[in-house]
């Protein structure tokens, strides 16, 4: 397992979705979480970094796990995921700021997001609001946005998870590219208007 959070860790960090010490991850075991350990480098994980704690309720390593425990326990409470992953994708954040919800335009991510929630809240990280309305959302989406922070991705492995937040970044990234170009592009997708109502 450890090495899943490592190998995971140091893609995400290699492919600039997070600073030096940004983003969080987690695994749901039973009634135990994995989950990644406060101001760790996902980029630089050891096991230490990896944290043991209890799905539901404080125990003496609480302390030591990520400030998203709150968020990350309300998720696999309300949905069926066994993974999450959270970012700050840049690309991703910055189509937050301009958009209400993110509807792709290449076909990757037209077909396995369709579209993405945005959600803005008064306090962006580890709250009970922010858990509340995430883990909602994830109950009907792969991947949700906080508002100038960034996505939260559910899956039954890390590697899934994490393949949502990538093409999430992709497709806010040629979102961006578009808005730079000014250009008027041309529609390629057989009813390409019905993603905006998924």
């Not at 992953?85 to 954040?93: D, F, L």
């Not at 937040?165 to 208007?193: F, P, V, W």
Request: charged share 25%; glycine share 8%; aromatic share 6%.
């Amino acid at each position: 397992m450890y090495e899943q959070f490592r190998d995971i860790g140091q893609d995400i960090y290699t492919a600039g979705l997070i600073s030096s010490h940004g983003g969080n991850m987690s695994v749901r075991v039973g009634d135990r979480i994995l989950i990644t350990r406060r101001g760790s480098m996902l980029g630089r994980l050891t096991e230490r970094d990896i944290i043991e704690t209890s799905l539901d309720h404080d125990d003496s390593e609480v302390a030591l796990a990520s400030t998203e425990i709150v968020v990350h326990r309300a998720i696999y409470a309300r949905t069926n995921g066994l993974a999450i992953v959270h970012t700050h994708s840049p690309h991703t954040i910055l189509r937050s700021m301009i958009d209400d919800e993110i509807v792709p335009i290449d076909s990757e991510a037209s077909y396995l997001l369709h579209k993405v929630p945005v959600y803005s809240l008064p306090q962006t990280a580890g709250s009970s609001a922010v858990a509340d309305t995430v883990s909602e959302a994830l109950r009907e989406y792969k991947c949700v946005l906080l508002r100038g922070h960034g996505p939260f991705a559910i899956g039954t492995v890390l590697e899934e998870a994490f393949q949502w937040i990538s093409c999430l970044e992709m497709a806010c990234k040629i979102l961006n590219l578009r808005d730079q170009t000014g250009a008027t592009l041309k529609e390629y997708r057989e009813h390409g208007e019905d993603y905006a109502k998924w």
